[in-house]
């Protein structure tokens, strides 16, 4: 079974340009995040997706930042402009569902690594 | 506010030793807990996780504790190989399912 697919792996962009990344969950996941990871620390929640509907976009910074997941499936997150604070690894993630514990757990993508000059 | 630590950054561990990685979270409302391994350039890797109406979990060299009324959890590897070099992120969950991850330990096995 494949896992989470991600793209690009590696982007370099300079500050003002605009950045997309795209993921793909693992197939059946209902449920679908989008993380920030900043160097030397933990993973943090950007936004959550249920099927198609954002149910936890309260950390994702809504000036600059969008995201879609029109079909329920594949998702893409936006960066318009980006910023040098930006720089950091964009980490997607899906699961069954967030009921039960046996169905939240989360699977990751191996990230997209952004640098922001 | 860093709801979920792991206050040490770093961990070297010799080949056949006891790796112990350890973890404390402040908010009570945590009632599921998991660790997470990661490899340069890779994605987290789920690795093993405990319900908070238990106090251990194993699963072959992996055994996670949780001491509720300290708010702390630990993982242990034993024996530790080469192979579980990596970095190892501890994360808390409450009711809704949002996961909370600490800062990460590298930890490094020495042969």
């Known amino acids: 079974e494949a896992g989470v697919v991600q793209s690009p792996r590696y982007k370099i962009i300079e500050k003002k340009q605009p950045v997309a990344f795209w993921c793909n969950p693992i197939?059946?996941?209902?449920?679908l995040y989008w993380y920030l990871q900043n160097l030397g620390q933990g993973p943090e929640l950007l936004i959550r997706?249920?099927?198609?509907?954002?149910?936890?976009d309260s950390q994702l910074p809504k000036d600059r930042f969008s995201a879609e997941r029109l079909k329920g499936v594949d998702s893409t997150l936006k960066i318009q402009p980006a910023e040098l604070g930006d720089s950091a690894v964009y980490l997607c993630?899906?699961?069954?569902?967030?009921?039960?514990?046996?169905?939240?757990?989360?699977?990751f993508g191996p990230g997209t690594r952004l640098t922001v000059l | 506010d860093q709801q979920v630590k792991q206050n040490s950054p770093s961990l070297s561990v010799q080949e056949g030793r006891i790796s112990i990685l350890n973890c404390d979270y402040t908010n009570s409302m945590f009632d599921y807990f998991l660790w997470y391994k990661k490899y340069p350039a890779e994605g987290p890797t789920f690795l093993i996780s405990i319900s908070s109406i238990k106090d251990k979990n194993e699963d072959g060299r992996f055994t996670v504790f949780l001491n509720k009324s300290a708010k702390h959890l630990s993982l242990h590897i034993v024996p530790s190989q080469p192979g579980d070099s990596a970095v190892y992120f501890c994360?808390?969950?409450?009711?809704?399912?949002?996961?909370?991850f600490g800062q990460g330990t590298e930890l490094s096995v020495k042969p």
């Open positions: 994360a808390a969950a409450n009711q809704g399912g949002k996961l909370i």
């Open positions: 993630a899906s699961s069954l569902g967030t009921s039960g514990r046996r169905t939240n757990t989360q699977y």
């Open positions: 197939s059946g996941h209902n449920t």
């Open positions: 997706y249920e099927n198609e509907e954002a149910v936890d």
